[in-house]
């Protein structure tokens, strides 16, 4: 009886001690708004902004390869933290600055070939290169079957065929994930017309989806990037409780204040953040639960 009394009193000084343990990291998450910056110029402030400002990273959208390799060492000599180094895919100048140069090798023309060795191989390749220079985000794959046939998206549209393009991003994916690249799909909803701003209240969110099927093969992307919607509740929902989608999901490019979203990852244009430093400094998010994804991410790297 005594031996059973004290493995009590220890078993519930281990909850408590986990408890406090858990309390006290979770108070340690700050619940400042959670920015990325789009840099497609940068200053000699950059390092300061992101040093100083609860920035948790940047996206790249910069074509000239010398100038990423000279933004990255910068980066990787002066802070003294992790952050996500991200390069957006289908930006035009870095859609293919890692394929071959004289050959461009677009997802569209991935789909054509309908392999999936070939689509892994090709994602395995890239996020290699990512890699070396520094990068361990990738905003990719686009999942989306749909766009409008002028748009700049078509090219990094896997197939219009539902089935094919699900097999080909879920492979690229994994290929991104076994060599260590944190992976961002994208657009959720949908993208048509070169239009992200969806302002349809629809009450069913599966009524403007663009495809079930390849978001699901996407679910274990680390994030989503969501297309600019007015009732972003009800999509975030929709990703989470029908999907299952146990990662992050970020807005898309932000140069304004109505999109500035508290519950999401903001990626915010830098000459528009730098503008307006102080007053979307004093933002703050509710969302615990974000933040200690991001952060859990972040102590990956």
Not at 86 to 96: F, Q, S, V
Not at 134 to 144: C, K
Not at 239 to 265: A, C, E, P, R
């Amino acid at each position: 009886m005594f031996y059973i009394f004290v493995s009590l009193i220890i078993i519930i000084i281990a909850i408590f001690f986990c408890y406090e343990i858990k309390t006290h990291n979770t108070k340690k998450i700050n619940n400042n708004l959670q920015i990325m910056l789009a840099v497609k110029n940068y200053d000699n402030d950059l390092i300061n902004i992101i040093k100083d400002d609860d920035v948790k990273g940047i996206i790249i959208n910069i074509a000239d390869i010398n100038t990423i390799e000279r933004l990255i060492k910068n980066i990787k000599e002066n802070l003294n933290k992790k952050i996500f180094i991200a390069l957006d895919e289908d930006y035009k100048p870095t859609h293919n600055l890692f394929f071959d140069q004289h050959f461009k090798v677009y997802q569209s023309y991935i789909g054509e070939r309908q392999s999936e060795t070939y689509a892994y191989n090709i994602a395995k390749k890239r996020a290699s290169a990512l890699k070396s220079m520094g990068i361990n985000m990738f905003l990719s794959p686009v999942v989306n079957t749909l766009c409008n046939e002028k748009s700049h998206l078509k090219e990094h549209i896997f197939s219009g065929d539902k089935q094919i393009a699900s097999k080909l991003i879920s492979q690229t994916i994994k290929a991104y994930k076994d060599s260590g690249v944190l992976t961002a799909a994208k657009y959720f909803p949908k993208y048509y017309d070169d239009e992200l701003y969806i302002n349809d209240n629809i009450k069913n969110a599966e009524n403007i989806i663009d495809s079930k099927q390849t978001f699901l093969s996407a679910i274990d992307s680390d994030f989503f990037v969501m297309s600019h919607i007015k009732n972003e509740k009800l999509y975030r929902d929709y990703l989470f409780n029908s999907l299952h989608f146990n990662g992050v999901v970020m807005t898309d490019y932000i140069n304004k204040y109505s999109l500035i979203n508290n519950n999401l990852l903001n990626v915010i244009d830098y000459r528009f953040y730098k503008a307006n430093r102080e007053k979307i400094k004093n933002i703050k998010t509710e969302d615990s639960e974000l933040c200690l994804k991001i952060s859990k991410l972040l102590s990956q790297l």
